[in-house]
């Protein structure tokens, strides 16, 4: 049985650009979060994704996005990347909307913003 | 503004003592309280979790206890093992509006040393 998995592991991209990351959740699993961990930081929470569509979302601008699909995997968006973007990004998935139950974590992507 | 603090950043204990890890938060509404841990190059992994309404939760080697008035909970290691050294997060929950997500703390590094 498969855990979450993301993709790639880690980028390298400059300031201006766009980027798309992935994740695949846990079998089983309907609903994915993702967060942002800064260096030294606790994970951020970014927004919540069930039944396709965005359920939840942290204090983060709309240069971030995400999409589901209907097989429940998800993908996370960012726009004009900033230096500050650089940090690892942490795909969650959990059974059901409310997060009362464990959620399992990919490994992250690594994102470094040059 | 931090509502969720872990003032250690790292904790170093021998094997087979205690290890505690504390957590303090300011938001009298988180009602739900989790402890991950965290391995390098991996995501975090739920380790316990407890319920405003309850003061301990056990789970064999880990108890986490919850102080609603100090607002302050704290994870006992009991033996500590070697396998143990990692970043441990406090993240904590309420409902706001039909809308739950977890605010994390900033990890503390626990190394037990054989």
């Known amino acids: 049985d498969a855990g979450v998995t993301q993709s790639p592991t880690h980028l390298i991209k400059t300031r201006g650009q766009q980027v798309t990351l992935r994740c695949s959740p846990k079998?089983?699993?309907?609903?994915v979060s993702w967060y942002q961990q800064a260096l030294g930081q606790g994970p951020q929470f970014i927004f919540q994704?069930?039944?396709?569509?965005?359920?939840q979302r942290g204090n983060f601008p709309d240069r971030f996005s995400g999409h589901q699909f209907p097989n429940y995997s998800s993908e996370l968006n960012v726009n004009a990347l900033l230096l500050g973007d650089s940090a690892l990004y942490l795909c969650?998935?959990?059974?059901?909307?409310?997060?009362?139950?464990?959620?399992?974590f990919g490994p992250g992507t690594r994102l470094t913003v040059l | 503004d931090q509502q969720v603090k872990q003032n250690s950043p790292s904790l170093s204990v021998q094997e087979g003592r205690i290890s505690i890890l504390n957590c303090d938060y300011t938001?009298?509404?988180?009602?739900?309280f989790l402890w991950y841990k965290k391995y390098p190059a991996e995501g975090p992994t739920f380790l316990i979790s407890i319920s405003s309404i309850k003061d301990k939760n056990e789970d064999g080697r880990f108890t986490v206890f919850l102080n609603k008035s100090a607002k302050h909970l704290s994870l006992h290691i009991v033996p500590s093992q070697p396998g143990d050294s990692a970043v441990y997060f406090c993240?904590?929950?309420?409902?706001?509006?039909?809308?739950?997500?977890?605010?994390w703390g900033l990890g503390t590094s626990l190394a037990v040393n054989p």
């Open positions: 079998s089983g699993h309907d609903t």
């Open positions: 938001n009298s509404m988180f009602d739900y």
């Open positions: 994704y069930y039944e396709e569509e965005e359920r």
């Open positions: 969650a998935s959990s059974l059901g909307q409310i997060i009362y139950n464990e959620q399992f």
């Open positions: 993240a904590a929950s309420h409902n706001a509006g039909n809308n739950r997500k977890l605010i």
